[in-house]
Nanobody, 122 residues
Framework: QVQLVESGGGLVQPGGSLRLSCAAS????????MGWYRQAPGKQRELVAA???????AYADSVKGRFTISRDNAKNTVYLQMNSLKPEDTAVYYC????????????????WGQGTQVTVSS
C-alpha cells in the first residue's frame, strides 16, 4: 500500500513560482513511476508531468520549459517546480504513483493523493 500526500500549493501572482511536494509512504517508492495531474473547475483531470523510477521525464506541452518534475528517493518525495505561472495553471494538483509508467501517464494509477490547490491570480 502506498499513500501520497501533496503540499506546497497556494496563491501566487502571474509570473511567480511554486514548488509542490508529494510525500509517499511505502518501501517501493524508488521503483514506482510518479506523476502530477491537475484539474481545473469544469475541466477534466489532465497530466502535467511524469517521471520513471530511473528519472526519465515527460511533460504536457502546456508546461514544457516552465515546470520541472524531480524525485528524491532518499526522502520518498517527488517535486513539481512551477515557474512563470499563468492564470490558466490554476487547478487542484494531484500526484499519482504506479509500478507502470504507462499507468501513470494514462491516469489509471493505483495510487493518488488528495490534491493541493494552486491559484494564480493578481
Amino acid at each position: 500500500q502506498v499513500q501520497l500526500v501533496e503540499s506546497g500549493g497556494g496563491l501566487v501572482q502571474p509570473g511567480g513560482s511554486l514548488r509542490l511536494s508529494c510525500a509517499a509512504s511505502g518501501s517501493i517508492f524508488s521503483s514506482n513511476a510518479m506523476g502530477w495531474y491537475r484539474q481545473a473547475p469544469g475541466k477534466q483531470r489532465e497530466l502535467v508531468a511524469a517521471i520513471t523510477g530511473g528519472g526519465t521525464t515527460a511533460y504536457a506541452d502546456s508546461v514544457k520549459g516552465r515546470f520541472t518534475i524531480s524525485r528524491d528517493n532518499a526522502k520518498n518525495t517527488v517535486y513539481l517546480q512551477m515557474n512563470s505561472l499563468k492564470p490558466e495553471d490554476t487547478a487542484v494538483y494531484y500526484c499519482n504513483a504506479d509500478r507502470q509508467f504507462r499507468a501513470v501517464v494514462q491516469g489509471t494509477s493505483a495510487y493518488w493523493g488528495q490534491g493541493t490547490q494552486v491559484t494564480v491570480s493578481s
